[in-house]
DNA sequence: TCAAAAGTGTTATGATTACACCCATGA
DNA sequence: TCATGGGTGTAATCATAACACTTTTGA
């Protein structure tokens, strides 16, 4: 089971893990038009009921990334989630006990492929809103706030934004999309003509089903031209 | 006296540093319109001779980047060197003797204010264009090469530039700097209007001296439009 | 007087913005 | 039939790229 690192965790795992170095984990979500994260509970410790960023230590033999793949695989069951580290973070004061640096990583998920794994409940873990976030333990809070602006920049120059929605979407989604995570609002008729000229999407056969009005196209993205973009970047100036 | 993370100092500092993390930093200056590094030599060990990042340990009582600051001072003698953090390196194997996880960080000097620092001599550190660059300890190719992507990036996002250049410099400096950075050509006259539209640049009563041909008019950069600018981003897209 | 770099001006093209408008569909 | 979002079209404005041209100055 994953834990946050805690303070008993500090005290048990000294010996089977580089003991200074945690990895600590934003996992992003896309849901009803909102952006959210995951955050866990603290089971015990001084810090008990307090909620904060998944995370671990990194074992001797694995890579930081490796050991981020891992936890967030602990934690949710998936594979082949989207990750990027953020930074490290080594304030001294950070950590209540001793020196521990961690390591900020950040992720995206599509809510549709995400299970909560066995071993947690709902009350261990739970998704919250970007804009109701509580007070969470040690300096989680900066983390957080760190790698939102992080998501802000990427999505701009790269086609990341994607990993946070379903395999088909329409435009309107994925204009949705952009302005909950930039913070903006943008011109449907503008966005369409902009995204479409990119040739990055593909327009599918499909419509939505089950919706109140008139239902919109699909489309998916064209990975030959995502691996292209994502390689020499792009350019979302909204 | 600034060391390299080599085999002695591993096993010298152990106990009054942080064991598992060292601080490497990738230091760019701007010379006669190229882009170069500075480079340390090692003194002993098995990798005497061989060239690498300067680095070192972070000490108990201080943050990551007071570590980096620190490290950079003793080296050049330098304060208020432009400095942000890269990311985290942490290949189980990147390091030989046992696992060691580095930071790693880019600062920007201006040559003119780059002393080398005594202890040092021109054997133990020596500028390295970036394109002449020898084979490395460690990681530190992969660090070099990582630091360059992230210049190129933020080079065009905030006007970070300025950094490697003279108080007082020409508009042609600066565009060859963009040029190097980049690593691309570009036109004098689009340049120009587009610098000088952001209004950045203020344009002193000065000409330069002892220049064989027309002398030009030297700018410097507007620190309250700087601080503006660096704050909310900017877009230079070439 | 010539080379070398400073500095200006012009035009075509394309992207961006801010709109107004029509369409399809379920309740 | 009306609300809701899907989808199209257009004109004004602005940024960019490519280019030719003039000016200044030391050697």
């Known amino acids: 089971m994953v834990k946050i690192e805690d ?53 001797k033999k694995e890579s930081t990334d490796d050991a981020a793949h891992r936890l967030l695989n602990e934690l949710t069951g998936l594979d082949n989630i989207y990750l990027e580290q953020l930074k490290a973070f080594g304030d001294p004061d950070r950590f209540p006990l001793r020196r521990v640096i961690t390591i900020g990583y950040y992720a995206l998920v599509k809510r549709e492929d995400y299970n909560i794994k066995a071993g947690f409940t709902a009350s261990d873990a739970k998704w919250y809103k970007i804009n ?8 989680h809070n900066e ?6 602006k992080q998501l802000q920049n990427r999505v701009r120059q790269a086609p990341i934004g994607f990993n946070l929605l379903p395999e088909k979407f329409t435009l309107l989604q994925l204009m949705h999309l952009y302005e909950e995570v930039l ?38 993205f064209d990975p030959e031209i995502y691996t292209k973009l994502t390689e020499k970047g792009f350019n979302f100036e909204f």
Not at 132 to 139: G, M
Not at 143 to 148: D, E, G
Not at 190 to 203: D, E, P, Q, W, Y
Not at 205 to 211: A, H, I, L, R, S
Request: net charge neutral; aromatic share 8%; charged share 25%.
């Open 143 to 148: 983390i957080l706030a760190y790698s939102i």
């Open 7 to 59: 303070e008993d965790s500090v005290l048990k795992n000294e010996h089977s893990a580089m003991n200074a170095i945690t990895i600590d984990c934003v996992i992003f979500g896309f849901d009803k038009g909102s952006l959210e994260v995951l955050l866990v509970q603290h089971g015990e410790g001084i810090s008990k009921g307090k909620w904060g960023l998944p995370g671990g230590w990194i074992l």
């Open 183 to 220: 913070g903006i609002e943008m011109d449907k008729s503008n966005f369409r003509r902009k995204i479409l000229h990119m040739k990055l999407l593909v327009a599918l056969d499909e419509k939505q089903q089950d919706v109140s009005h008139r239902a919109a196209k699909l489309f998916k």
């Open 132 to 139: 109701s976030i509580p007070d969470l333990i040690y300096d």
